[in-house]
């Protein structure tokens, strides 16, 4: 078996070396592309397979190379870190028999994988569930859904300690001479700065009048914004960006939360309850205690959208309160609400008529609406039917939380 494998790889890689794409249809290529993808992620398991077995016999010595992670990133041309990441899991396959019959299919590649088996490693009895979402949805998906299992499967005490001893930050630099970084913050400090960025850089983007017709990549203008934010510029123009706490009103007064009763930070995750008040001391925060009654009697036909309907928006649909995404393509920051039913139209400034887009979103929302003959002969001035306000920004000064 293993003298068939290796004379047929040899055969493809010798056929690839004459490939010319010019020599093909476009439906040709087409097909090319999804069936040389799958052969790749097939190769890249069964590789990192035998990598895993000649590192436990210690046949990677024998290449040279003391450090088993070390020899496999040389042989894919991949980092220490990724190599490592995918021997872990393939470690993991043992405990996820249907994983590693649709690694070795193709079907998966090995950073989804990755979060497959670190997710039953952690949870017991997901892989089924995990390798659905792999296969219709693909890895973003499957990594929120890692997420969500993790932390429904841990508790909020549990979760807080990880997150304490998870955080850092290094930089580097890179071939250019830029300063590159990476991190991780827990959520209570994470989730407000990730915040002050994106409101700093959407200022940016609105106020920016490129001569030559081109906006910057909005990327660009976020590591502006994140300069800004760090200098203090960024404050002097931005309304203070508050942390939005959702808890049970009985865990809140009880001091713990039993099974079923929410305390999380929007878009962060669960929390205790005991950090829940220790953050509402803060400026930066909104706490908003419910007992699980929906909001829904807020509505006028003005284009301002009051602050306790802003909350409600914020928090996401009840019972999970699980914040505010966009509606098209699901993204959690950078939002604008947008009126379903445009004001042009009268449309309702409420709850049910509301919803949150990304920039890009609603400005084809807006489009769309335009073209339907919803905003009138004429544009309107902002045409982000809500106006310039994103989701999740309201000044708050700290006040005592209300029952």
């Not at 078996?1 to 040709?28: E, K, N, P, V, Y």
């Not at 496999?72 to 043992?94: F, I, K, P």
Request: some cysteine; proline content about 6%; hydrophobic content about 40%.
């Amino acid at each position: 078996m293993s003298i068939l494998i290796l004379t047929t790889a040899s055969s493809l890689r010798s056929q690839l070396a004459s490939f010319d794409a010019g020599q093909f249809t476009g439906t040709d290529c087409a097909r090319l592309a999804e069936e040389l993808a799958a052969t790749e992620k097939a190769c890249a398991a069964a590789r990192i397979m035998a990598a895993s077995r000649a590192i436990a016999r210690g046949a990677h010595e024998g290449r040279g190379f003391r450090d088993g992670p070390a020899w496999v990133a040389r042989q894919g041309g991949a980092t220490t870190s990724q190599a490592r990441q995918a021997l872990e899991a393939a470690s993991g396959l043992g405990a996820c028999p249907e994983t590693r019959t649709a690694l070795l299919a193709g079907e998966l590649s090995w950073a989804e994988a990755s979060e497959i088996t670190k997710t039953e490693q952690d949870v017991p009895g997901t892989e089924a569930a995990m390798l659905g979402t792999a296969r219709e949805a693909g890895l973003g998906a499957l990594r929120d859904k890692a997420r969500e299992q993790r932390l429904a499967g841990t508790s909020a005490d549990e979760l807080h300690r990880q997150q304490q001893r998870a955080r850092h930050f290094r930089h580097w630099r890179d071939r250019l001479g830029m300063v590159r970084f990476v991190g991780a913050l827990p959520p209570a400090t994470g989730v407000p700065l990730v915040r002050r960025i994106e409101l700093a850089a959407q200022r940016l983007r609105r106020d920016a009048t490129p001569g030559d017709g081109q906006r910057e990549p909005f990327d660009a203008l976020t590591a502006d914004a994140l300069v800004a934010v760090a200098s203090g510029d960024g404050e002097r123009r931005s309304p203070r960006v508050e942390l939005v706490v959702v808890c049970d009103i009985n865990a809140w007064r009880r001091g713990h939360a039993h099974p079923g009763e929410v305390c999380h930070i929007v878009d962060g995750g669960p929390v205790p309850v005991q950090v829940a008040k220790e953050l509402a001391e803060d400026a930066f925060l909104k706490a908003v205690l419910h007992d699980g009654v929906a909001v829904h009697t807020i509505k006028h036909f003005g284009r301002h959208i009051p602050t306790e309907l802003r909350t409600a928006l914020d928090l996401g649909p009840a019972p999970t309160f699980a914040g505010a995404q966009c509606a098209d393509c699901g993204r959690r920051f950078g939002l604008e609400y947008d009126h379903v039913d445009p004001v042009a139209n009268h449309g309702p400034t409420s709850l049910a008529n509301l919803q949150p887009r990304c920039w890009p979103d609603h400005q084809a929302k807006t489009e769309r609406d335009r073209q339907a003959g919803l905003l009138g002969p004429d544009p309107p001035r902002h045409p982000t039917g809500s106006g310039r306000r994103q989701a999740g920004v309201a000044r708050a000064r700290p006040s005592p939380p209300q029952s």
